[in-house]
């Protein structure tokens, strides 16, 4: 039997990249999927398409993690749609490239609410039906630069170093209930937006010597961890933040 057969699986920010990679994979396995976007439907629904195609199940919503009342209708429709979540995997997140100087309290204010506040409070709405049904796994999505960044992203660090937090703190809360909280920190991933702030393909060529590995991540590799920390089979994982980044976190994060 596959592994998530007869689960809900909701991911955030699954329209592209690793959020897609992640819900084919899960679908694969058996899962219904719920995937969220906030603005690329096309994404969404090629996604969509792309599962019923190879015999699963899976249905788009659309919704702003940074907005509260978003986050609550996404919980709300995911689940009449698709049942129980059992398994929610927290993976949209904003990036702003401004110079530390430059980052407006604006601006600041917009990541954390995608990037955090909207994380606890999916997790939080989800996590309450989890414990009621005995168990489930949450998986948060990282970053490298959560512990060894680069420069112009202060807003997005600080907010992936807050997720790292909030899994710990949530897992220890939770696990009392049944409820894993893990974190997948994925190093650097050939996805369109790490691409975009690499433009030119000699940029990209400096930055894969630097990586130990020689190369970007490929979107797949960071769903099979992701899978793997949301399966019965990490059922002793919990709390952690699980680095997949081709040994790239045992130097710095990158050249200038």
Same mark, same amino acid.
């Given at each position: 039997?596959?592994?998530?057969?007869?689960? +809900?699986?909701?991911?955030?920010?699954?329209?592209?990249?690793?959020?897609?990679?992640?819900?084919?994979?899960?679908?694969?396995?058996?899962?219904?999927?719920?995937?969220?976007?906030?603005? %690329?439907?096309?994404?969404?629904?090629?996604?969509?398409? /792309?599962?019923?195609?190879?015999?699963?199940?899976?249905?788009?919503?659309?919704? %702003?993690?940074?907005?509260?009342? %978003?986050? %609550?209708?996404?919980?709300?429709?995911?689940?009449?749609?698709?049942?129980?979540?059992?398994?929610?995997?927290?993976?949209?997140?904003?990036?702003?490239?401004?110079?530390?100087?430059?980052?407006?309290?604006? +601006?600041?204010?917009?990541?954390?609410?995608?990037?955090?506040?909207?994380?606890?409070?999916?997790?939080?709405?989800?996590?309450?039906?989890?414990?009621?049904?005995?168990?489930?796994?949450?998986?948060?999505?990282?970053?490298?630069?959560?512990?060894?960044? #680069?420069?112009?992203?202060?807003?997005? /660090?600080?907010?992936?170093?807050?997720?790292?937090?909030?899994?710990?703190?949530?897992?220890?809360?939770?696990?009392?209930?049944?409820?894993?909280?893990?974190? #997948?920190?994925?190093?650097?991933?050939?996805?369109? /937006?790490?691409?975009?702030?690499?433009?030119?393909?000699?940029?990209?060529?400096?930055?894969?010597?630097?990586?130990?590995?020689?190369?970007?991540?490929?979107?797949?590799?960071?769903?099979?961890?992701?899978?793997?920390?949301?399966?019965?089979?990490?059922?002793?994982?919990?709390?952690?933040?699980?680095?997949?980044?081709?040994?790239?976190? /045992?130097?710095?994060?990158?050249?200038?």
């Amino acid at each position: 039997m596959s592994r998530f057969e007869g689960r +809900t699986v909701l991911i955030t920010g699954a329209s592209r990249g690793i959020g897609a990679a992640a819900a084919r994979g899960f679908a694969a396995e058996g899962a219904r999927v719920a995937i969220n976007y906030r603005r %690329d439907a096309d994404g969404a629904a090629a996604v969509c398409r /792309a599962i019923a195609d190879a015999g699963g199940t899976a249905e788009a919503f659309c919704a %702003d993690m940074g907005a509260p009342d %978003d986050v %609550d209708r996404l919980a709300d429709e995911a689940e009449a749609a698709l049942g129980p979540v059992s398994v929610l995997v927290n993976n949209a997140a904003l990036i702003d490239r401004s110079p530390m100087l430059e980052v407006t309290m604006e +601006t600041f204010d917009t990541v954390w609410a995608a990037n955090v506040r909207g994380l606890f409070q999916l997790s939080q709405r989800i996590a309450v039906g989890m414990v009621e049904r005995g168990g489930g796994a949450i998986v948060n999505i990282s970053s490298i630069l959560a512990r060894l960044t #680069v420069r112009n992203r202060t807003a997005y /660090a600080a907010s992936k170093g807050a997720v790292e937090s909030l899994t710990r703190a949530m897992a220890l809360d939770l696990t009392p209930h049944g409820v894993r909280v893990n974190a #997948v920190a994925p190093g650097l991933i050939a996805t369109e /937006a790490l691409l975009a702030g690499m433009p030119g393909e000699e940029v990209q060529a400096a930055v894969q010597r630097h990586i130990p590995g020689g190369r970007f991540g490929r979107p797949e590799e960071i769903a099979a961890a992701i899978l793997f920390a949301a399966s019965d089979e990490a059922s002793y994982l919990n709390g952690a933040i699980v680095p997949v980044d081709a040994a790239l976190g /045992a130097r710095e994060a990158g050249p200038d």
